[in-house]
């Protein structure tokens, strides 16, 4: 299967490698995340980790260790990491919206959901995360984006620069995303990988390039050149990470968290009277289906039944793929097969209710 056909309609693929899992979606591979928090006097030192993990949760659990318990009077920090295969939404934002759930999973591709705001983003281990952590007063999104900047140029002499949407450019090709915003819809844009400019810039030569230009522009007499490779889940320094692991991973946060909406759609049924319009309408509430409503055109009596059963049962169901086929099948389960036409009926019903929830 070609990558092209992970693609939901109306969006473009606009990687040749990617998994292309987004239904809008942009491919970072310089991504940029500001945590800021205390307003402080001026930071005294600069310090870089890069995790050796490429698990999602433990990245952004050490990230958001950080967040929560750096002394951003005393330091300011460059952390970089990368993943596998992973579709990053923001804290915002509606997972069944962004990311096609079903061709995620057939292509082993993981989800989490951030703390942070901002768009989904797609990670795989070409992409580079720096995530600058420092107070409130010396918070500077653009001159974060330079220190990237110039660290590349200094080194490899790229013509990058910042746009006015605060985005790394490469000869008009998008190079990174900014997460940080509230709810944001996730915008396609034409990308490039480092690589395709320089086989050079790997991973491991840019993160030690920009590490270092990040420490040189520390000001206190006890800086260091010194970058700190960690672990995140096996190192003893960050207690509680484990926790936040866990939140991370958990149903309730990367589903449950998503904001109310809406399923709506309208099928065509065959009975035995003929073409019947069958509308359906379901809201969902931290990720549970709250209640579902059809309504036919023509009138159709000899569907209530059904339509009740079908109801009953995944009415407080999780909007889960695998609860719901379970559901699906123990419906099916009590369809009398003797009976043709009703047997058929059903079994529209259910095929358009899986199509509303599942596809």
Request: aromatic residues 10%; glycine residues 4%; hydrophobic residues 35%.
């Amino acid at each position: 299967m070609s990558f092209q056909q992970f693609l939901v309609k109306g969006t473009k693929l606009y990687s040749k490698t990617n998994h292309a899992i987004l239904k809008a979606f942009r491919k970072v591979h310089v991504h940029y995340r500001n945590n800021s928090t205390k307003t402080n006097a001026k930071p005294i030192l600069h310090k870089v980790i890069i995790s050796k993990s490429k698990n999602i949760f433990e990245n952004l659990a050490l990230e958001e260790w950080l967040y929560r318990n750096a002394d951003f009077q005393e330091c300011s920090y460059l952390l970089m990491w990368r993943n596998h295969e992973t579709i990053v939404i923001g804290r915002h934002q509606n997972v069944w919206k962004e990311a096609n759930i079903p061709l995620l999973y057939a292509a082993d591709v993981c989800l989490a959901r951030r703390y942070s705001g901002g768009g989904a983003v797609y990670h795989d281990l070409g992409n580079v995360n720096f995530s600058f952590l420092t107070s409130r007063k010396h918070y500077n999104r653009k001159q974060n984006l330079n220190t990237v900047v110039d660290a590349l140029h200094n080194r490899w002499a790229l013509d990058l620069h910042v746009d006015t949407r605060d985005c790394i450019m490469w000869n008009n090709l998008y190079k990174s995303g900014i997460v940080g915003n509230p709810a944001t819809p996730s915008v396609p844009a034409s990308i490039i990988n480092l690589k395709e400019i320089d086989d050079h810039l790997t991973f491991d030569n840019v993160v030690e390039c920009v590490g270092q230009y990040f420490l040189l522009k520390g000001i206190s007499s006890q800086q260091t050149t010194n970058i700190e490779y960690v672990e995140p889940a096996e190192a003893t320094c960050y207690p509680g990470i484990h926790e936040i692991i866990s939140q991370l991973e958990d149903w309730t946060w990367v589903y449950g968290k998503t904001p109310t909406f809406t399923l709506s759609r309208k099928f065509f049924i065959q009975l035995p009277t003929g073409s019947v319009s069958l509308e359906m309408k379901s809201q969902i509430k931290e990720g549970i289906i709250m209640n579902l409503h059809f309504t036919t055109s023509p009138f159709q009596p000899s569907l209530e039944q059904i339509v009740t059963r079908v109801r009953d049962r995944v009415e407080s169901q999780r909007l889960c793929h695998q609860q719901l086929e379970s559901c699906f099948k123990e419906l099916q389960a009590t369809f009398d097969e003797s009976k043709i036409q009703e047997f058929h009926m059903n079994n529209q019903i259910i095929t358009c209710v899986r199509k509303l929830f599942l596809e």
